[in-house]
């Protein structure tokens, strides 16, 4: 399982580099405007320059409302500046084939300019409070678009957790769906390292967090410590051990 780490910020960024060997992927981001929201283009280019050249860069295109051409700009806008995950949140889209229509145009317009980037489509757990495309939907919408991912994220962030609006079995269900369609599974939302037992038990691919390694627990108010970040590699290291012991174990 791979660790996503969402500085807001150049500053957080740098301290996301004194805890790059504890993370796999940096995500840019901007809280105060969703939770997908995009930050702008130079900030991007910035945080790419402020990581270690091996660890890659995502980057969120936003909450994005059902406009497949305003979209896809916004996806190339955030390959140019250096993302190599770009990462939709289809939060206007009502049905699955709105979202296909968009993630066709991010596919178009990111692999047009670097074939190697992956994109994400994104849905959400509490697609119900929204009135978004159901979250099992997802995995399908990313397919038949051609994308690489696909991802769940919690849509209004009130304290309540992935977990507390889709639980373990329905998000083993969103991997195994992913896994069949060839996509990588990605989860996030308000994970804590109580989450992570589940989250590895269930084969995620990508478990991505901002709060849980900021101070305070507060992902707008608090920043981002490279000793939080450290020990929540350390507790995911351990379930994976954990986890592959009692695999062998039945085997």
């Not at 979202?99 to 994104?122: F, I, Q, T, W, Y």
């Not at 919408?141 to 373990?168: E, W």
Request: proline fraction near 6%.
């Amino acid at each position: 399982m791979l660790l996503l780490i969402s500085p807001d910020s150049v500053e957080e960024a740098f301290e996301c580099a004194k805890a790059s060997e504890y993370l796999d992927i940096v995500d840019v981001k901007k809280p105060d405007e969703g939770s997908l929201g995009a930050n702008f283009p130079w900030v991007i280019r910035e945080i790419r320059a402020a990581v270690p050249a091996d660890k890659p860069v995502s980057a969120t295109v936003g909450d994005v409302p059902f406009k497949p051409g305003t979209v896809a700009q916004a996806a190339l806008g955030a390959v140019v500046s250096g993302a190599t995950y770009i990462k939709v949140g289809l939060y206007g889209c009502t049905t699955p084939d709105q979202g296909v229509e968009v993630m066709r145009g991010v596919v178009r317009a990111v692999k047009d300019h670097n074939p190697a980037a992956l994109v994400v489509a994104s849905g959400y757990a509490d697609a119900h409070r929204i009135g978004c495309v159901n979250p099992l939907a997802l995995p399908d919408i990313a397919a038949r678009a051609g994308a690489d991912a696909a991802m769940l994220d919690t849509a209004i962030k009130d304290g309540t957790r992935l977990f507390d609006h889709l639980p373990p079995d329905v998000c083993a269900e969103f991997v195994r769906l992913a896994h069949a369609a060839g996509l990588l599974a990605a989860l996030a939302g308000s994970v804590k390292q109580a989450d992570l037992g589940p989250l590895t038990r269930i084969g995620t691919d990508i478990v991505g967090v901002r709060g849980a390694v900021c101070e305070g627990g507060d992902r707008n108010a608090g920043r981002i410590q490279p000793h939080l970040v450290a020990a929540f590699r350390e507790e995911m290291d351990r379930h994976a051990r954990e986890h592959e012991a009692a695999v062998a174990a039945t085997n």
